[in-house]
Each structure stands twice: as structure tokens, then as C-alpha cells.
């Protein structure tokens, strides 16, 4: 496939690069979602009194694309994205999209910027599936008309210098998400409450910030947009899903290769701060980040540390193993791949 020259693809960063083609679909007054297809990548146009604009009424995906070692273009576990979405939707008051609707269209997407997928050891293509409420609303109420876009772009490693270990921090003075309210959904409003909090922490030399729970602070949520986990005595554990942490399928994947390819025994329950300190390794999962290790926790102005070993690391064998399976290096035991069709 040719490549496009514009492109830096040996230094593919975490950056919207413009591809082709966006899709479109659209919801009205025939009360059913309608495919509108391709066109191409550019600005939409909106009502200022969108319900997206004035009351973030909008959800999103992010999955990737991968062009495997097999020299074919394949989705990793695109169902779960597509379930994930219609379940956020159905939060946000939004008219929920079919799975089968869901996959056609980021196929569709996909198939048309197939020579914007970066080569296998060079990064994916990422999908960004969003779907917003774009009819006028003054009150607060859902809007009547709906916009469901996926726009795809290439990246490479989230982290500008590659794979490191990262200085995470626990946060006391913000909360990402109320058990009872949104967390759970990959809402948009999610995410602005944890721009100011992260600028902060960058500002003092951090990479990561971790959530406490609202409800108590003694235990973890998640970072920004990636769960953790901790290792300890051979027992891989993560924070349940109690209504604020968002269900990463990249936690779920771990969670399935430590326990029927690594045969580690894993844990979903409360992680309290005490474990996460004392923990052997820690490391955040997403499909941005993939499993990315942490190398220490900051609390209260103090600094805990884990052991930077990497090549001898569980949090390596966990990577390996999730890469493998993506990049069809390895056989997929849990039927997650999918090609491009
Ligand atoms: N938590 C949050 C808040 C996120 O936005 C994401 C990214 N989708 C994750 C966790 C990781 O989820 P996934 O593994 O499905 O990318």
C-alpha cells in the first residue's frame, strides 16, 4: 500500500493527523439512525443551541486499528467498543446504535483510510466514534436530533518518548466521577473536569494522576482515561467496577490473558492506597496507553517506588502478551480479532 508522503510515519505521536474520510450518520424526525455515509474529513457545522454544546450531551469510543504482522488490517474486540457505546448512549438519553450498525460503519470508515494505517511496528489507526446530540434544546432536556461521526487518524506511542516508566500522583483534591453519576459512561463531560487537575500535576513534573473513590477515599478509581492495576504476590488486581471507573476493555483483556494465559490470580475489589504503595508493580491500561508501567505513586509531597525492571516484569509479560494477540503474532485465544472487511 502507498503511503502518504506528508506523513511522518517513523515519528507518529498522540496527535490528530487528518485522514480522508469521516462517517456520518444521522438521527430526526424519522426516529431511526440513517447512514449518510462517507465525506470528507473536515469541520461540521452546528446550532449553538445544540444540546452537545450547552449540556454535553455526547458520548464517545476509542478503538484501533491494526495492520497485523499477518500484512492484514484487523479490529481488536470492535463489539465490545460497539456494546460500550450503545450503553453510554442509553445514560446520556441518546437513541442507542445497533452493534451491527456500529461495526458496519467504522468498517466503512476503516476500508476507506486503509493507507493511513501505520505499518506494524510503526503504531494503529486510531477510531474515534462519537455520536452527540445536535438538535437545538434551551431546557435541559435531550435533544431530538442526533449526529453519530467517526473520524480515524494515525498514532503512535501516547507517551511522546516512547514506553517509560511513569510518575504517577494520588489526587485528594479532585474527584473524576460520583459512583451514581456518569463515570461508568465514556461521556464527554467526563473528561473536562480532568484537564485542570492534570495540567497541575504536569505542572509539578508529573505524568499521570490516579482518582480516589468520591465515596471513600481510601480506595482507587481510575486515572484520566486508563484503569490500574496493581501486582502483588503473584495476585493481579484491579478496582471493581462500582459505578464511577469506566469498563476499559483493555482492563477486561488483561483481566482474561493473566488468568487463562499467565495463570496469575486476579482480583476485582477495592485497591485502598495502602496496597497500591506496597504493591511490587502498578501499571495503567487503555487503548491509548495499552498496559503502561508505572515507576512510582506520589502522595502527600512523599515518593513510593517500585523496582524498574522491565524486561524481568509480570507488567511486560501482560503487554507482551495483549501486543501479540493484537498484531496477530500469536494465536487469539478469545476470538478478539476481527479483520477489516
Ligand atoms: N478509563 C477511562 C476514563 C477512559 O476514558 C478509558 C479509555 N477509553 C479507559 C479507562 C480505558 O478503556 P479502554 O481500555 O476501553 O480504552
Redesign the pocket.
Known sequence: MIKNKKIDWDNLGFNVIETRSMYEATFNSSGKWESRGLKPYGNISLSPASAVLNYGQGVF???KSFMSSKGQAVFF?LK??AR?FAASSKRLCIPEISTDFFIDAVNEVVKDNLDYIPDNDKGSLYIRPLVLGTGPMLGVKPAKTYTFLIFVTPVGSYFKSGLKYLDAVITKKYH??AIKSI?SA?AIG??SG?LLPYKEIVEKGFDEIIFLNSSNEDILD??????IFIIKDNILKTPALQGS?????????VLKIADGMLDLDIEEGDVTIDELLNADEVFF?????VVAPVGSVSLDSRKYKYRRDFENSLTKQIRDSLLDIQNEKTKDPFDWITKVK
Open positions: 469510543e476509542g478503538t474486540r465490545d467498543n460500550r473524576r466521577a463515570g465514556k467526563n473528561y480532568t481510575e486515572a484520566r482515561s486508563a484503569n471507573i469506566l469498563p476499559g476493555i483493555t482492563r477486561d483483556s491500561t487503555g487503548t491509548a496507553v
